[in-house]
């Protein structure tokens, strides 16, 4: 593909609202994760929750797109003038010609989980539930594309965790069919009753913070983002600092509905795509922000597939010890942590991870450094076998 400019991210996790605030965190080493009390839910959890979402109720004419994801979703719009990077794009292209492509699982389930729990005496659930604009998939897409007042091509992607990774791919292919000029991408998921009990039952949740790669992991973190970022053929605007998309790669190895191929297959299959895409092989990569969720074969299956292709090379590691594990949300984070790893010249570490599995053979870093970084790749895997790779950076 030819490499495609990336405005700054716009971004709110666990650690904080913006890139600043981001940065910072990575840099002190400091995780957001802290020990679960979302809606008073009685698990024995850690969350990376994300704050403000309680105090910024969408109101007006956004009122009946009031839940919790879009509620996140207009946190990480307000962020590092990203509201002025889209009103400047509608001006140069039309509000009819910027693609919006973004990535959720659960959407604004809580919305119903808590309508549910209203229900009246015949099972009915109250009046004041709008699904459509709240829950439903595509709702979050309505709701931002209305709140930009953009006009262009529009879709959600829910493919479990490798949905806000998805949708640069899909971006780039739309931009280069010609059927828009620029694109949005990114998206959101928010903490709930649904995912916190439904990867409790897996038996898949770690009791105190999620630890990628370590001997002694357990299991996930949940986390919560939302993350946006604008996609466009690079221009006058654009100079040497600017971060690129160079390549991305996809892949389905429909293995099993939960549980990664143990020996990486799709993974590496993606990874692969990805370098194709951009021209590139694997020793011009500089890091990989890593899938890295923490749970037993998750984390051994990823470290073979990195192991196959970069040996031990490449530095590499997990930031889901900092914000948890984002699911939908996890790919559009992992991409804006290499934008800004390349940006600053900072290799993040990885909280919490203190001895990493001797087993594994790929080269896990534990604590932040500085570092010459030109081109990142960024990995979210999904249940069923859903894969994404991106590789960022600045071309030579």
């Not at 604009?133 to 931002?144: E, K």
């Amino acid at each position: 593909m030819k490499p495609l400019a990336l405005s700054p991210f716009a971004l709110v996790t666990s650690l904080g609202a913006g890139e600043e605030a981001t940065l910072a965190a990575l840099r002190a080493g400091r995780s957001g994760l802290a020990p679960c009390q979302f809606d008073t839910l009685p698990l024995a959890a850690w969350t990376g929750e994300a704050q403000g979402c309680d105090d910024a109720p969408l109101t007006g004419a956004w009122a009946s797109f009031d839940c919790r994801n879009n509620r996140l979703a207009a946190l990480a719009l307000a962020q590092d003038g990203f509201l002025n990077i889209v009103e400047d794009a509608k001006t140069r292209y039309g509000a009819a010609r910027i693609g919006l492509f973004l990535g959720t699982s659960t959407s604004g389930i809580l919305q119903t989980e808590t309508a549910y729990r209203q229900r009246n005496l015949d099972g009915a659930l109250p009046p004041g539930l709008d699904y459509g604009r709240t829950h439903n998939t595509y709702a979050l897409g309505q709701f931002v594309r209305a709140y930009l007042g953009l006009h262009g091509p529009a879709f959600v992607i829910s493919t479990a965790c490798a949905a806000t990774s998805k949708v640069f791919a899909s971006a780039t292919r739309m931009i280069e069919a010609g059927l828009c000029d620029a694109a949005i991408v990114g998206g959101a998921d928010t903490l709930c009753a649904t995912t916190l009990f439904g990867f409790h039952a897996l038996g898949v949740m770690a009791e105190g913070p999620c630890r990628p790669f370590d001997a002694a992991r357990s299991g996930i973190s949940i986390g919560e983002a939302a993350g946006f970022t604008l996609l466009e053929r690079p221009g006058q605007r654009h100079d040497d600092e600017t971060i690129m998309l160079l390549g991305t790669g996809e892949s389905a190895d429909a293995y099993h509905m939960s549980s990664p191929h143990p020996d990486g297959a799709g993974a590496c299959r993606a990874m692969e795509l990805a370098l194709k895409d951009a021209g590139l092989r694997s020793k011009n990569i500089g890091y990989i922000n890593l899938h890295g969720t923490a749970t037993l074969a998750g984390d051994a299956a990823e470290d073979r597939a990195i192991s196959t292709l970069f040996g031990n090379e490449v530095p590499c590691n997990s930031s889901k010890g900092f914000t948890g594990h984002t699911l939908g949300a996890s790919g559009v984070v992992g991409a804006a942590i290499c934008s800004l790893a390349i940006r600053n010249k900072f290799l993040p570490g990885s909280p919490h991870t203190t001895r990493p599995d001797p087993t594994f053979t790929s080269n896990y870093l534990t604590t932040g450094r500085a570092a010459q970084l030109s081109i990142a790749m960024s990995n979210a895997f999904g249940f069923g076998g859903v894969n994404c790779s991106l590789i960022l950076g600045r071309p030579s």
